[in-house]
């Protein structure tokens, strides 16, 4: 394939080095843990930034803590950016791929850039801070924030499980949450945003497919269920005597779990993802369970009333077991359907370097949902090896992640040159 023989920021190995530099950001442990509004993640946004200058470009991190560089046009210039970028944050021992793969890309664009063919539109390059929702609840907080969906006020509200607030983590990193409404894009600034991704799902494999274009983004409601019963002696009482908070739990989960078999639509996912266990010793019967659940849908309908029938179901089970329940809504995204003028940039760019496309919905949350409200966006993704993700076993080749990132280019010269 031409462009990647000839372009050297394309290359494999480096794209591969430059993932590294990024996975070694991590707390110990098995895979990377560089969790939203932390000092690794600070520190995944200095080594873009100084990555960004090392190609001769000028970036700035907003009072959201997103790292932002653009590439001024170098022919006949016109108003209006193409972006194009990721996240830097992980989940707890998630994988070096999940954001990073995007951002990678996003610097060998960049560097790419300048090879002489002209570009007409700033390009704008993006890493996002705070995309996982794992730390927070809330999902896509950097991209969120530019786009006006979340405001400071929320950051007061949103905690980890420790008790601190999103914004207080913010401030401990040197960001600056009070100010988070000078963050927000003017969208008559920009033309179009492209995001590459990792699939974090099978369809490309199984389908011996290299490239995916997205057309809808999952939405996600997110909801903390707590079952209050009463804690007790294991010997001492009898099992009829029982209120224990963590049989009950254990049928909520299976329910959730028959919800999503059950529903009509394949795109219905509903986990149980954490749940402690109080007072959690092998001699007391539970007294108190809390757990989240994540009900991912392609359509705001089923979404909502997926969510509604888990707190339904948890209601019914605590009833029967005499257990005391409270469900709260954490966040809600609607699904997003893309652009489909990005969605036939891509795939016009994938033809025009000879390889086959992929239409198909994303499970998976994106910045680029978020940034869809302000302008034409859209999403590339790359395969997953066995579809893991959000895991030490997640994997994509350099030679995939080479094709993405070629893909991309395309994809940006061909936005750029649109009216
Ligand atoms: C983001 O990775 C998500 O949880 O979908
Ligand atoms: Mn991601
Ligand atoms: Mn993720």
Redesign the pocket.
Known sequence: MSTLATVPALQPARLEETLRRFAALSEPGPGVSRLAYTRLERQAHDLFASLLADLGIASYTDAAGNTIGELAPDAEPRPGAIGTGS?LD??PH?GAY??TVGVVAALAVAAAAGAGRPRHRPWRFVAFAA??G?RFGQ?CNGSRIVVGLTGAADLRQLTDRTGTTMAAAMTECGLAPERVETARWDPRDWRAFVELHIE?GTVLEHRRVPVGVVDTVSGSTRLRVSLTGVASHTGGTPMENRRDALAAAAECVLDCERLAVAAADVNTRITVGALTVEPGAITIIPGRVVFTVDVRETDYGRQRAAAHAVGQRCRTVAARRGVDVEVEELADTPPVVLSREVAAAARAAATALGLPAEVLASG??HDTQQISRLMPAGIVFVPSRGGL??SPGEFSTADQIAVGAAVLLETMYRLDATA
Request: no cysteine; proline share 0%; hydrophobic share 25%.
């Open positions: 996240h992980s989940v998630g999940d954001g995309e996982e794992a999902a974090q998976a949350s993700s959000h």
